[in-house]
């Protein structure tokens, strides 16, 4: 392990290029999850009530057993086996010209773009990081937040199965003090969690409605217990600005009605990780510009 770490210091470039290469693979494996993740929950939670209400109830048209593993990916629409030379990231969409090998129906862009996301973001931390043990764990955070991410934008949910454990591991990352202290990151989950539930539960005092949902509440604990308590403000700010833009971009194209809901989600993640890397030079940044501190 230290040869490797060694190799690696002494060549970052290297290093760099072998983790987006991984990185490719990683993002087909979470396209995997993004889409059977919520099918395999809402079989569950039939499941679930069907044994509640002792009746039966009508089962998800999926095939046994269905898990992340198995049965092998499949064309959405014709649902014939992809071939495994088909399923190289990126390059087999190329092949393909964006078409399934058998139908000739058009594969979603969702798909590539997840793998060069999810390479981007790898390379970005092996750039900042370096090879260590804490690239490690945040490079383990990051797959989980863009599989949070797409998930919540397609389903509007934020599964636990990915959320509590991210928690837990940002609490133990910090156990050392690795990015913040012990302290700080056991307030942070706190804090993280009490404050979007402190809006929730005054907005819906206020109005009768429910302005989110309870994974929010968890993803804010999530950060609160990476990176402490200090950046959540930032967090919390930057990622409702985001979304506004977003959503008045939607309604304006057309594409949102007013009073519909929208995930927020994927902006608390993007206002996360970019907190992760950047915070502290934009809060000295707002303190020494903005308020001439």
């Not at 990915?162 to 609490?171: K, S």
């Not at 950046?231 to 309604?251: C, D, H």
């Amino acid at each position: 392990m230290d040869y490797w770490i060694t190799l690696f210091s002494q060549h970052p470039a290297l290093f760099i290029t072998l983790v987006g290469l991984t990185g490719l693979i990683l993002g087909s494996f979470l396209n995997v999850v993004i889409h059977r993740l919520p099918l395999m929950m809402d079989r569950d939670w039939r499941r679930e009530c069907q044994e509640y209400c002792e009746q039966p109830i009508a089962q998800a048209d999926l095939p046994e057993p269905f898990n992340i593993a198995v049965p092998r990916s499949r064309c959405g629409h014709c649902q014939s086996e992809i071939p495994a030379k088909y399923n190289v990231p990126i390059l087999g969409y190329l092949w393909l010209k964006g078409r399934c090998h058998h139908c000739q129906s058009a594969i979603g862009m969702r798909y590539p773009l997840v793998e060069a996301l999810t390479a981007a973001v790898s390379m970005t931390l092996a750039h900042y990081f370096g090879p260590n043990a804490l690239f490690l764990g945040l490079w383990v955070l990051s797959l989980g937040l863009i599989a949070l991410a797409f998930i919540d934008a397609d389903t509007m949910l934020l599964p636990d199965q990915i959320t509590l454990p991210l928690l837990w591991l940002g609490l133990l990352i910090n156990l050392n003090g690795s990015i913040a202290t012990l302290e700080d990151a056991v307030l942070g989950a706190v804090f993280g969690y009490l404050s979007l539930w402190s809006v929730f539960q005054g907005f819906k005092l206020l109005t009768g409605k429910e302005g989110m949902g309870y994974g929010d509440f968890k993803l804010m604990a999530l950060f609160g217990a990476w990176l402490g308590w200090q950046p959540l403000l930032l967090i919390i700010l930057l990622s409702s600005v985001l979304g506004a833009i977003y959503g008045i971009a939607q309604i304006a194209l057309g594409r949102q009605q007013k009073g519909n809901p929208m995930p927020f989600g994927p902006w608390i993640i993007l206002a996360g990780w970019i907190a992760l890397l950047w915070g502290d030079h934009i809060i000295q940044w707002y303190f020494h510009q903005v308020l001439g501190l």
